[in-house]
């Protein structure tokens, strides 16, 4: 009689053995316990930020003060006490909003891996909201940071804006000549760098792109040609000309290809047809 009632409890044991072990293949201990340590060890100012939802200047609403620009504004204020890896976990946990909050205090804490994160909001098209005082403005991660890329600010969030645009800077040092085609790991950073540039290029002064393309990598004099085009001051051809002897050799990147090109050969396609291969104005989205 009493042998039903032993295997049923024999069965009862073996699966919740067998449970046991699915649960430790799917979380080994140190796993799990290392993913709540970490967030255990984020700053809590941090841990707060990455919360809002949406981007805001100081004041919002009639004469209130925005609590997350509060945060963002403590965490400044300490931001070379503040470990990077705090700063790296807001933006792969926070929400669109606190990812741009993010890549302002990277760029505060540590100017060469904040330009790494403001590519980053380039290329991240993730709608976000911004509220100024009364006024809520529909945006989107990128265009917040195609504008921080211009002026060091986005409307009247102010963050210490630079002497010159950041893009002028990167664009200088570009490798190569990318495109819009991605590769494997997304789109190039010199062609997201170059598109931030190009929305803005009514904005940019004359001297400062013919500055570029004099003292610029080969692949930057050829991005300065474009945007002296783009912003409509000079035409095509007076944009390309001062590179149609260059001799200089470019790497242009297409998705995952790549060829070396001189960069007269390049100047001179874009100005007889205003394109090369698949790289045209027209293009740049």
Avoid at 72 to 91: C, K, S, V
Avoid at 118 to 126: A, K, Q
Avoid at 208 to 222: E, F, P, V, Y
Avoid at 248 to 274: D, E, N
Wanted: with cysteine.
């Amino acid at each position: 009689m009493n042998k039903p009632h032993n295997s049923l409890r024999l069965f009862r044991r073996l699966l919740c053995l067998a449970v046991g072990v699915f649960l430790l293949a799917a979380c080994p201990p140190q796993r799990c316990q290392a993913g709540s340590t970490a967030m255990d060890n984020v700053d809590q100012t941090v841990v707060a930020l990455s919360k809002f939802t949406r981007v805001e200047s100081g004041q919002v609403g009639e004469g209130g003060e925005s609590r997350a620009y509060r945060l963002y504004e403590q965490l400044r204020g300490r931001i070379a006490q503040l470990p990077i890896q705090d700063l790296m976990w807001l933006t792969a946990n926070g929400t669109a909003a606190s990812r741009v909050y993010s890549a302002f205090l990277t760029r505060s804490k540590d100017s060469k891996a904040g330009i790494h994160s403001v590519l980053e909001l380039l290329d991240d098209d993730s709608p976000v909201e911004y509220q100024t005082g009364c006024e809520v403005l529909s945006s989107s991660v990128s265009e917040i940071g195609s504008a921080y890329t211009a002026t060091g600010a986005f409307l009247d969030f102010q963050d210490k804006p630079d002497l010159k645009p950041i893009y002028l800077e990167e664009l200088r040092q570009a490798a190569q000549f990318a495109d819009q085609v991605g590769g494997e790991s997304g789109r190039q950073a010199e062609f997201l760098i170059f598109r931030a540039a190009f929305k803005n290029a009514h904005s940019l002064k004359v001297n400062d792109l013919k500055s570029l393309q004099k003292n610029a990598t080969a692949a930057g004099r050829l991005y300065a040609a474009m945007l002296l085009e783009s912003s409509g001051k000079l035409s095509r051809a007076q944009a390309f000309a001062p590179l149609l002897n260059d001799n200089a050799s470019v790497l242009y990147v297409s998705g995952c290809k790549a060829a070396s090109y001189r960069v007269s050969a390049v100047a001179r396609q874009f100005k007889q047809t205003g394109r090369f291969h698949n790289f045209a104005l027209s293009s740049v989205q």
